[in-house]
């Protein structure tokens, strides 16, 4: 199937938003639209319209059903109004915290998609101006801007661009306004935003599903355009200054369960391709709370990081983060073994950071349940506001992956990883035990993340899927890393296993010769992690001994480095990183792989049998 994006304008969706002007009664339109973005699963929602010269605002926590029957949302009068979903990334889902936001005058409504990097100052700056913020989203910090330009003799139009110019971060932002009363204005920076044109009206939304029933011609914004929206026309300019531009209307031929896909086959492939998009989103994690992490885990004697499935092979990973680059010692623990293996052993001067997308894996609160009765200190770091674990966390980083339909586990395991190196980089700074330019270096490294997955995800899906189609009928494959590719090999092996139903082993490749070599037999297939890293010598002895005994190589290695090339029988090529890194960039392949061997073999990649995305089961 033809995929509707190239993996750099790859849209990626958290929040959703949807907009109409026109002939008829935006409400129920809006409302079925609102419909149509739920099944990414979310927590809050509202309607915004104007009727009459009111601004009239509809919105609380809940599915749009819910409150749909409550507060009678499809029946608000007016020809115009935004409406939004939300997928909580500050503030916990509540009616104050659901979108539309507006000014302190109520004359301005807006919706927002992504995240707001400098809202915090933004905030203060408004507060210090007496503006009334009621909300902790990011969010509302935009009405009380635009309503204090206009203040100072701008219309709603200029006021909106001056707006999102004082905007860092990303965003897909639409905004109504009583002066206006004919007028959507919208803005998008890294996060999706698409004009539907149809005939008497227009809409605007975050994601083609909210359109598709209305009208099939759509104008993809890109990232620095803003554009005025009106029931019979819209123009479309750049932010940074004013200049017009053309966008051209295409026709989607999309069903809807296609166009949730967006284009791909699976979300799963799609959670895979919109990983530069969900980096870029967990750089973005709010620095005070990273540094609150940080400070806490530097006052532990004892640090653990714990959790379950893919959240434990990030654990593992940060552990080799956190020793690396902070110089702290800690223990990467399975959540079901913390009890039994370590609850002996913990009290009042043990810190535990507890890694879990969902923040409602019944291993991880049973562990936290316990840790908590012994008065050690927890910290959280999920995907999900509002979850049991940050209820219960002390201090909490969310990694704003937005959500991820696939069971399987993909971004947010690299967002995870991710997370986890910017804290250890913060306590690296707080402790002063490696020079001040490794930590440059490896801050710089971290920048460079998105788009180096992003170069992977060009260049490696044909080869991965070449490699699959050679090992679909394997019976069994072997994983072997070193170091930091320890992690890597088992977030593989979750993976491959997880969904191919191959069974997999991974180990730390120094341990083969200690067992594993015994089931290598002429054509079992080993895959190597090997990054050019420290351990090249060794990962090239042991491809030599694995080779030496039959096996099929293949080799996850640097693009540039032809001696392993020409030991393996497959190799794929990886874009350099900093080796601590490894794990973000090398993980993708055997995303990629996974996914190839179960469509190979006739599974459904994004429920594979027996497992549930959340698992609260003990
Ligand atoms: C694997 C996978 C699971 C989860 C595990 C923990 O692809 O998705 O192994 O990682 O169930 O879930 P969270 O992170 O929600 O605690």
Redesign the pocket.
């Known amino acids: 199937m033809k995929r509707l994006y190239k993996v750099a304008e790859l849209p990626f969706i958290m929040c959703g938003i949807v907009g109409y002007v026109g002939a008829g009664t935006a409400a129920p339109i809006l409302v079925r639209g609102l419909k149509r973005l739920e099944y990414r699963g979310y927590d809050s929602a509202g309607v915004a319209t104007i009727a009459e010269n009111v601004l009239l605002v509809e919105k609380d926590a809940g599915k749009v059903d819910e409150l749909n029957a409550k507060l009678s949302l499809d029946r608000m009068p007016g020809n115009i109004g935004i409406a939004h979903t939300r997928w909580a990334t500050h503030g916990a889902p509540s009616k104050v915290n659901a979108h539309p936001h507006t000014d302190c005058t109520r004359t301005v409504a807006v919706v927002h998609n992504g995240v707001l990097e400098n809202f915090l100052q933004l905030r203060k700056e408004l507060i210090d101006l007496n503006h009334n913020i009621v909300s902790k989203t990011d969010t509302e910090v935009v009405p009380h801007l635009i309503e204090d330009f206009m203040k100072r003799g701008m219309g709603f139009e200029e006021a909106f661009v001056n707006t999102v110019r004082r905007l860092e971060g990303s965003y897909a932002l639409a905004a109504i306004c009583l002066r206006e009363p004919d007028l959507i204005m919208v803005a998008r920076k890294e996060a999706p935003l698409i004009i539907g044109v149809g005939d008497g009206f227009n809409m605007i939304a975050s994601d083609m599903t909210a359109l598709i029933e209305m009208t099939n011609q759509m104008v993809f914004l890109h990232d620095g355009d803003a554009a005025a929206v009106r029931a019979n026309g819209y123009k479309v300019f750049r932010v940074a200054d004013g200049q017009i531009v053309e966008r051209p209307v295409k026709t989607v031929a999309l069903t809807v369960e296609m166009a949730e896909k967006q284009g791909h086959p699976h979300f799963m492939l799609k959670e895979i391709f919109e990983q530069p998009n969900s980096l870029r989103d967990a750089l973005r994690t709010q620095r005070e709370y990273v540094d609150l992490l940080a400070e806490l885990l530097d006052k532990g004697r004892v640090v653990f990081l714990l959790?379950?499935?893919?959240?434990?092979n990030a654990c593992l990973a940060g552990s080799y983060l956190f020793s690396a680059v902070a110089r702290i010692p800690s223990y990467p623990v399975i959540a079901s073994e913390f009890v039994a293996n370590y609850g002996g052993a913990v009290g009042a001067d043990t810190v535990i950071l507890a890694?879990?997308?969902?923040?409602?894996?019944a291993d991880?609160l049973n562990a936290l349940d316990f840790a908590r009765m012994r008065a050690c200190t927890i910290l959280g770091l999920t995907?999900t506001v509002g979850s049991t674990l940050t209820r219960v966390s002390r201090a909490y980083v969310l990694q704003n992956s937005g959500p991820e339909i696939g069971?399987?586990?993909?971004k947010?395991?690299t967002s995870q990883v991710l997370v986890l190196a910017q804290i250890a980089l913060r306590l690296s700074r707080l402790r002063g035990k490696i020079s001040q330019f490794e930590m440059d270096e490896f801050g710089h490294e971290l920048s460079k993340i998105p788009k180096l997955v992003e170069e992977v995800l060009l260049t490696a899906p044909a080869k991965v899927k070449e490699l699959a189609e050679t090992l679909v009928n394997s019976p069994f494959l072997l994983i072997l890393g070193r170091g930091m590719s320890v992690s890597t090999a088992y977030e593989g092996r979750?993976?491959v296993m997880?969904l191919s139903y191959i069974p997999c082993i991974a180990y730390p490749s120094g341990e083969s010769k200690h067992g594993p070599i015994s089931v290598i037999e002429e054509k079992i297939p080993v895959i190597f992690v090997a990054p050019p890293d420290e351990f090249r010598k060794q990962n090239i002895s042991s491809i030599m001994e694995m080779k030496a005994r039959g096996a099929k190589i293949i080799v996850f290695g640097d693009k540039e480095d032809e001696e392993l090339r020409s030991l393996a029988d497959h190799y794929i090529g990886l874009p350099k990183t900093h080796p601590l890194l490894s794990p973000i960039i090398y993980t993708v392949p055997f995303q990629l792989l996974a996914y190839y061997l179960a469509v190979l073999k006739g599974y459904d990649p994004d429920k594979p049998r027996n497992?549930a995305?959340?698992?609260t089961v003990l």
């Open positions: 959790g379950a499935g893919t959240s434990y890694v879990s997308q969902s923040g409602e894996t991880v995907n069971v399987a586990a993909t947010t395991f979750l993976k997880e497992l995305k959340s698992v």
